[in-house]
């Protein structure tokens, strides 16, 4: 193994630390992660299984889900096993190129995540705005082209990380301070400059995340305003009970994940073990 100062163009591995200062803790921490990829895992199959049985759920709210739920199992398959192998099994080691291709499957599909949910926030607001030209608006064919749509999307925009990081010269340490390969974690081990490097990923994160954000904020605020002028309260309440669980599961994405690119650019103090448990939820 070459000394761990020596400039390599592509080290053969990197060290995956786990959750700093709670090393003791992983065997107990890794019980929590495992039942939410149990949950996560079961929950999703189930979901695809009964819209694929059910001709009647073959809708474009549940085809959005459908897609949603294929995103969440490569995304969950991609951290959680690994993560867990860190947790009890002490596996630190991960081969280079293993973790340039976990690092675009966490990115790329987080991005995907984001584009299904301004999908679903768009089927809401044609559901609630337009009932009467929903199916019409919303076919299969329309589906499907934005399915593809957020896929390239998300595809698109992070390729060139792993890219990115293959051209870079290594020559710090091997260990990574994360339970598993971040973008940012991986670049702050390059041995030149890579504040463009930062800038552009915190940059295409930040769109991203701004452009989806605000999209999905304005579909809902269409749809409170049409809510609000429904004659029959009942009937308000049951619109809205269609975007309740939507709308929880935005905010604690948003929160995590806006979380995590805030402390990469602004939050220096706050302590490493908080921001990669938040991250990795």
Not at 60 to 75: N, R
Not at 80 to 108: E, K, N, V
Not at 134 to 154: N, S, Y
Request: charge should be positive; glycine fraction near 6%; charged fraction near 10%.
């Amino acid at each position: 193994m070459p000394p761990l100062n020596t400039s390599l163009p592509s080290p053969v591995t990197f060290l995956l630390m786990g959750i700093p200062g709670l090393e003791h803790l992983h065997v107990w921490i890794g019980i929590p992660f495992c039942s939410m990829y149990v949950v996560a895992v079961v929950g999703n199959v189930t979901i695809l299984a009964v819209v694929r049985a059910e001709r009647s759920l073959h809708e474009p709210m549940f085809l959005f889900l459908c897609m949603l739920s294929i995103t969440d199992l490569v995304l969950s398959t991609s951290t959680l096993p690994r993560m867990l192998c860190l947790f009890w099994l002490g596996a630190h080691d991960i081969a280079f190129d293993a973790c340039l291709t976990q690092m675009f499957f966490i990115h790329s599909f987080t991005t995907m995540e984001l584009g299904f949910f301004l999908a679903m926030a768009f089927d809401r607001y044609v559901a609630i705005c337009d009932p009467l030209r929903h199916t019409t608006i919303l076919t299969h064919a329309r589906i499907t082209i934005m399915g593809i749509i957020v896929v390239i999307w998300g595809i698109a925009f992070f390729s060139p990380h792993p890219i990115l990081l293959k051209q870079l010269p290594y020559c710090r340490t091997r260990i990574i301070a994360h339970t598993y390969c971040e973008f940012m974690a991986v670049v702050k081990l390059a041995c030149v400059d890579t504040g463009t490097t930062t800038r552009y990923s915190l940059s295409v994160a930040s769109i991203i995340g701004s452009c989806d954000g605000i999209l999905t904020v304005v579909s809902y605020a269409f749809i409170l305003r049409s809510v609000f002028r429904l004659p029959f309260r009942e009937a308000g309440f049951k619109a809205l009970g269609t975007c309740g669980s939507h709308v929880c599961v935005i905010l604690v994405f948003y929160f995590t994940a806006g979380f995590s690119i805030f402390t990469h650019r602004f939050g220096k103090n706050v302590p490493a073990h908080i921001h990669i448990f938040i991250a990795n939820m």
